[in-house]
């Protein structure tokens, strides 16, 4: 295991390297017309301290899960079992989910904890694993990183679910990318997506009406109620 220093240089290096994808490679995020223009991402400072050792405890056989998405859909995913470990002394526990055989044998840990919602993004972050034989893991909080939908809505993103909800702050990994997006939490990142949907297909709608607008005649008219976008099963990919 490298010296503190080493670690750190070596993560310092790695976020390097990711806000180099996100600035210039087409598969950023960032290459959305609807962002604005990329900076860095914005972390935590790298504390070693919340790089642990865990152990995951497999479930006998996966087991079919759904995580709910910022487009209120459903990710289908598989619960693979839980990593148990402990972070300022206290024993915790995450479910672990294998996402597709398009991301090969990693798997992925959703998680939120006490800083979401205000230093970091509100309905959680991730960290992802390459599964071992031994099942013991190095688990880096340092790594955390959002999910593409915390920049935005052309990504569609599973969200944690309760039971991985940590009980602690865990000030280690990407921050929120802009207090502009970023909501309480997941039903919060719902609703604000619905607002935004529904204010591109009607800019108007929020603007107030001037007191020179003439009343609506007596003929019964009244006002048409916002739609209420479907719901669909949804997969964790750009939108076409």
């Known amino acids: ?35 604005a223009g990329f900076a860095g991402l914005r972390y935590f400072p790298i504390d070693p301290e919340y790089r642990v050792p865990a152990k995951l405890e497999r479930r006998g ?8 998405t910022n487009r209120d859909g459903q990710m289908e995913c598989r619960y693979v079992g839980d990593l148990r470990f402990r972070l300022g002394g206290e024993p915790l526990r995450l479910r672990v989910y294998f996402a ?14 006490a800083t979401c919602g205000k230093e970091s993004y509100g309905p959680g972050r991730y960290l992802t694993l390459e599964l071992t034989p031994d099942d013991k893991y190095d688990l880096d909080f340092n790594l955390a990183f959002n999910p593409y939908c915390a920049y935005t809505d052309s990504y569609e993103c599973g969200f ?4 991985n909800d940590l009980p602690v702050p865990v000030p280690a ?26 204010d591109a297909k009607d800019p108007e709608r929020k603007k107030p009406v001037s007191r020179t607008t003439p009343r609506l005649a007596r003929t019964g008219a009244r006002r048409t109620p916002a739609v209420k976008p479907r719901t669909s099963r949804a997969r964790p990919v750009k939108k076409k």
């Open 61 to 68: 056989r996966a087991a079919e899960a759904f995580l709910r």
């Open 160 to 163: 944690p679910p309760a039971e």
């Open 1 to 35: 295991m490298p010296g503190p220093q080493e670690y750190i240089r070596s993560v310092e290096e790695e976020r390097r390297q990711k806000d180099g994808f996100m600035a210039h490679h087409p598969e950023s995020p960032f290459v959305d017309a609807a962002v």
């Open 100 to 113: 597709g055989e398009q991301v090969g044998p990693r798997v992925f840990v959703p998680f939120r904890d």
């Open 173 to 198: 990994g990407e921050r929120a990318w802009s207090d502009a997006r970023n909501p309480a939490g997941p039903s919060s990142a719902i609703a604000e997506m619905t607002e935004r949907a529904l």
